[in-house]
C-alpha cells in the first residue's frame, strides 16, 4: 500500500524557461536603460542650467556694484580700465600687478569669470594683493560662492615676482590654474565636465572666442564663441549683405559645452596654438543654422552636434538643440 503524505517535489526551472527568463529581462534593460541614462542626462543639464541663472544673477550685481559688466579678457586694455573702475583708490603698484598678469599671461573669457566675480580684499589701496585679495595667498568669496572643488586651481601657492617701474619688482602671492596653461587666472567647471563656463562681454563679441584646453575630439578644434541671432539688420546700407545681430547685444552670454564638452566645430581661419582652423563660422539661434565666407561665396551650414549640446543663458529650454524650430 503506497501512502502519500502530501509531499510534493519542487521541480526546477527547464533551460527554456531560463532562457525566456533572461531574454525578457534583457528586453526590459534594452528599454529601461535609455530611458535612465536619458533622465540623468535631463537632471544633469537642468542642473547646469539652474548654475548658469546663478552666474547669470553674479554678473548683473557686478554691474550693479562696479557700473558696468566685466569684460571677458579680449582686449587687455578693457580688463585695465574696467579695474581702475572698480577700484578707483588702488594705487599705481595694483595697477602695474594687473597690467603686467593681463598682458604677460592673457585673461581668457572663462578665466574672466572667475577673477572678476570672485572676492576682493577690503583694502581700497590693496584689492589684488590686501588680505582676501586674489593674489594674497588666500582669497575670500565674492559675488559668486564658487564651489572650491571646481575652480580649476592647484592649490599650491608660490610666490611671483612681478616687474616694476625702475627696474624694481614686488613679489606677490599667486595659485596656479591646472588648466595647462599653469597662469595665475583659473576657470570653472560645471559639476562632473571637463570644459568650463565661459562668458562673453558685448562689447567684444566681434573678436571674442575660447579655445578650450580640454578638448573632446582629436579630429577638431572644440572652439566656443558668440552667437547671432536669426534677426537680420542692416549696417553698411547694403541689403544684399546678409548680417545678423548678435543674441544679447547690450550685455553678454554665457555659455557651457553640455555633457559632452563639445562647444561646437572651429570657427576661426587662421592659426592658433600652431594649428590651420577653418573659416570663421556665424552661427545662429534659434534657428540651428550659419553661414561663413570660403573666400568666394557664403556657405551654409547647420549646428554641429557640438553646438546643439550647448547650454546657455538665453537658451529657453536647456540645451541649443531643444530650442531648435
Known sequence: MTVNHGIQRKRGMT???????????????????????????????????????????????????YGGYPPDGSNPALVIQHFRNMFKRADAVEQAILAYLVTTYGLDPAESLVFFLGGFSENPLKPLTGPGGPFSGNRKSGIMDFDPNRVTSTGQLSVLSVPLQGGNTIDIKVVASNDTDNDPFPTYLPANLGAPYVYFDSRTYPMAFYLPRFQPSPQYQSVASPYHSDHEIDTN?????????????????????????????????????????????????????????????????SFSAGDKSNITNFSANGTLEDDLP
Open 15 to 65: 533551460l527554456v524557461e531560463l532562457l525566456v527568463a533572461i531574454s525578457i529581462i534583457a528586453i526590459l534593460a534594452g528599454i529601461l536603460i535609455p530611458v535612465i541614462r536619458s533622465a540623468m542626462t535631463r537632471g544633469q543639464v537642468a542642473s547646469v542650467k539652474m548654475e548658469i541663472a546663478s552666474l547669470t544673477t553674479a554678473i548683473e550685481s557686478h554691474k550693479l556694484k
Open 237 to 301: 546700407n547694403d541689403l544684399t549683405d546678409e548680417e545678423h545681430a548678435w543674441i544679447n547685444p547690450d550685455s553678454f552670454q554665457l555659455m557651457c559645452a553640455g555633457i559632452d564638452d563639445d562647444f561646437g566645430v572651429s570657427f576661426f581661419g587662421s592659426v592658433i596654438a600652431g594649428q590651420q582652423l577653418p573659416p570663421r563660422i556665424l552661427m545662429h539661434y534659434p534657428s540651428g543654422l550659419g553661414h561663413y565666407f570660403d573666400g568666394q561665396n557664403d556657405v551654409e551650414v
